[in-house]
Nanobody, 128 residues
Framework: QLHVVESGGTLVQPGGSLRLSCAAP????????IGWFRQAPGKEREELSC????????NYADSVKGRFAISRDNAKNTVYLQMNSLKPEDPGVYYC?????????????????????WGQGTQVTVSS
């Protein structure tokens, strides 16, 4: 029902910054909590961050806390993942996921919920 599209992945140097975008053409992301995930080659998918429908709740995995920031721009119908101080262990395919259930990304317990809608992913490579 919801078409989720990620963009912004590219090659970036260690210590550099990159901003990923999540959009849902034809839909309003305000109605959905949004999660960002990544999967590196040979590793399990990792949940990195989420933002509530209203944008007032943001959560981060320890591996990215203090370096990544999730935000909403409702005027542009877009959710961003700003990635700073990128490390060699940050590369992978980054996925945006959406779910309209009220309790997603709504409290201290935020990881482990299965999102209903997923994008195809965008590749991030960290290399000099």
């Amino acid at each position: 029902q919801l078409h989720v599209v990620e963009s912004g992945g590219t090659l970036v140097q260690p210590g550099g910054s990159l901003r990923l975008s999540c959009a849902a053409p034809g839909n309003t992301l305000e109605a959905f909590a949004i999660g960002w995930f990544r999967q590196a080659p040979g590793k399990e998918r990792e949940e990195l961050s989420c933002i509530s429908k209203s944008g007032d709740i943001r959560n981060y995995a320890d591996s990215v806390k203090g370096r990544f920031a999730i935000s909403r721009d409702n005027a542009k119908n877009t959710v961003y993942l700003q990635m700073n101080s990128l490390k060699p262990e940050d590369p992978g395919v980054y996925y945006c996921a959406a779910d309209d259930r009220y309790y997603y990304c709504s409290g201290d317990v935020w990881m482990g919920f299965e999102y209903n809608y997923w994008g195809q992913g965008t590749q991030v490579t960290v290399s000099s």
